[in-house]
């Protein structure tokens, strides 16, 4: 069971740093300064993001995201700039959850851990992209949190029922590759009017 847990926190510390990576280490930032979570020997290397400075940072990037992520479009270009920001994180939270590994497996779990935070982010950037593609405004502000909630309530779980978490996370993980699959060409349609929006608005500049 410890190794379904610590499987849990990987799985979802990857999965939810696709869907809000600074919210999430903000988030757990403070639960580990403030002692809101007890951390096990395994996870000692997650005590890191209790530095102030780390807490510091991600809050503010949090809150920028936080506007930005409510307006039209700019969701989606910020989207696009957290493709690989997204994923990087996930991987070191994953990692840093699992704790010391063969360097064989550390391997293997980060590409499982970016490959969960790659299918959340996609999810995420192409129903934003749908959204942006549809004529309702008010959507994004709805979508951003909801994202949020999502976010909030998979570290609730992660703390609680890690075990639990685990499958909840796989099963998110499955869903959002079989979503993200089936809308890839409105998500391409999405990415040229992207481009032709902030293209032509650099071209005015």
């Not at 989606?76 to 840093?96: C, E, Q």
């Amino acid at each position: 069971m410890d190794i379904l847990q610590q499987l849990g926190l990987a799985l979802g510390f990857a999965t939810l740093s696709g869907l809000n990576l600074y919210l999430t280490v903000f988030v757990t930032g403070l639960a580990v300064r403030f002692n809101w979570v007890d951390l096990a020997a395994t996870h000692e290397s997650l005590a890191v993001l209790g530095d102030p400075a780390i807490i510091g940072v991600a809050g503010f990037l949090f809150f920028i995201e936080f506007f930005a992520d409510k307006i039209p479009w700019v969701d989606s270009a910020w989207d696009v700039l957290h493709t690989i920001v997204r994923p990087v994180g996930g991987i070191f939270l994953a990692l840093n959850a699992l704790g010391d590994l063969d360097p064989a497996m550390s391997v293997v779990a980060g590409l499982m851990a970016g490959g969960a935070s790659l299918a959340s982010h996609s999810l995420k950037a192409g129903g934003r992209l749908l959204i942006n593609l549809s004529p309702e405004p008010i959507s994004n502000a709805v979508a951003s949190v909801s994202e949020d909630g999502l976010v909030l309530g998979g570290l609730g779980l992660m703390s609680f029922a890690p075990a639990v978490g685990f499958f909840v996370f796989l099963i998110f993980g499955i869903v959002a590759v079989i979503i993200t699959t089936k809308i890839w060409g409105t998500i391409g349609r999405g990415i040229s009017a992207l481009r032709a929006r902030f293209g032509r608005k650099t071209s005015e500049i």
